[in-house]
């Protein structure tokens, strides 16, 4: 058995934030361009809560019950993750419970998102006098965009927000992109409603696609890639936004497209294309599911490897450094 200090120093000092993931994010001065970054794991979470009870067991029983608490309320949450979690939690033996170690370690990973999202933003916002940020839809980042409306020192007037992706359903539906990005931040946060871009599921489709594609197209020509920001999951089978393997893009793509899978529920997709999306300075990952990365490098042609790849690219999640 690992003693405490032992796990400190594999992990970090007592206290710390979750560990910064990847990537070293792009500078903003005019300096030459880093070289390609390659993409590391990330380190363990570690909970700032939870540094007073790192005793380490591994019984069955426990993995189980964190199996359960976090299965609950993130059913994205996969048995590898679980058991990269189980191998960096710690716990008293004798004063054990699961759901707040689930939560605090669920926690963790949203405020470092939310704060990692915040930071990029503000620096955007200071640099450029503006910023562009793309919000995927998906369970995984929401939480984070519940915390990120909490920053009251975000200048949401000199914020842009797009829609990377939409189901093709309307906004009400519990499936939409939309409807989930406005009750978790939008409808909390002082932006002017003009400043939310996202497609128009009440209309037909090739009318949506066409006016949103419209819409960002005004956007890549006039805001200088440097100050965009971007928001991207990773779906079980390897897709981002709604762009799915094994993808090829055409080179006279649009910058919004329509797509289709019959790997999801929501068949009919809107989405970013990948030039579109490689417009944007920085991509941030928010993944909960660490699982999906192997995929995204395993599968033929995901459009997630070249943003993965792209300098400064930051990728969040629960995994531990292999
Ligand atoms: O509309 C969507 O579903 C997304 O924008 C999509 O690209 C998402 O980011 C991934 O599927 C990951 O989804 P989870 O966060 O739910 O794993």
Redesign the pocket.
């Given at each position: 058995m690992l003693g405490a200090d032992s796990i400190l120093a594999e992990v970090g000092p007592a206290g710390s934030d979750v560990t910064e993931v990847s990537a070293t994010a792009k500078s903003f001065d005019k300096s030459p361009t880093p070289p390609p970054t390659v993409l590391r794991r990330p380190a363990p979470v570690v909970p700032q809560d939870l540094d007073d009870a790192m005793i380490i067991s591994r019984r069955q029983g426990e993995s189980e019950m964190i199996s359960d608490v976090i299965g609950g309320s993130r059913p994205?949450l996969n048995s590898s993750e679980l058991s990269c979690l189980l191998n960096d939690t710690f716990w008293r033996e004798d004063n054990f419970n699961a759901e707040s170690c689930a939560e605090s370690l669920i926690s963790a990973l949203d405020t470092k998102g939310a704060k990692l999202i915040a930071d990029h933003v503000k620096q955007r916002v200071q640099h450029y006098g503006i910023c562009v940020l793309g919000l995927?839809?998906?369970?995984?980042?929401i939480p984070a965009y519940e915390k990120l409306a909490e920053d009251k020192d975000i200048d949401w007037k000199r914020v842009k927000v797009f829609l990377?992706?939409?189901?093709y359903v309307v906004a009400s539906e519990k499936d939409s992109?939309q409807r989930a990005i406005i009750e978790a931040l939008i409808s909390h946060i002082p932006i002017p409603p003009e400043n939310f871009i996202r497609p128009n599921c009440d209309v037909p489709l090739n009318a949506s696609v066409s006016v949103y594609n419209s819409q960002i197209r005004d956007l890549i020509n006039n805001v200088d890639s440097d100050a965009w920001v971007t928001v991207?999951?990773?779906?079980p089978d390897g897709?981002?936004?709604?762009l799915f393997p094994p993808y090829d893009e055409p080179e006279d793509t649009l910058d919004v497209i329509h797509t289709n899978t019959d790997v999801f529920a929501i068949t009919r997709?809107i989405t970013l294309s990948l030039h579109a999306l490689e417009h944007s300075g920085q991509h941030i990952f928010i993944?909960?599911?660490a699982g999906?990365l192997d995929t995204a490098y395993k599968v033929d042609r995901s459009p997630a490897v070249p943003l993965l790849d792209a300098p400064g690219t930051v990728v969040i999640c629960m995994e531990k450094e292999k």
């Open positions: 994205v995927s839809g998906g369970r995984s980042p990377v992706d939409e189901r992109n991207m999951g990773i779906g897709h981002t936004a709604s997709r993944l909960t599911d999906v």
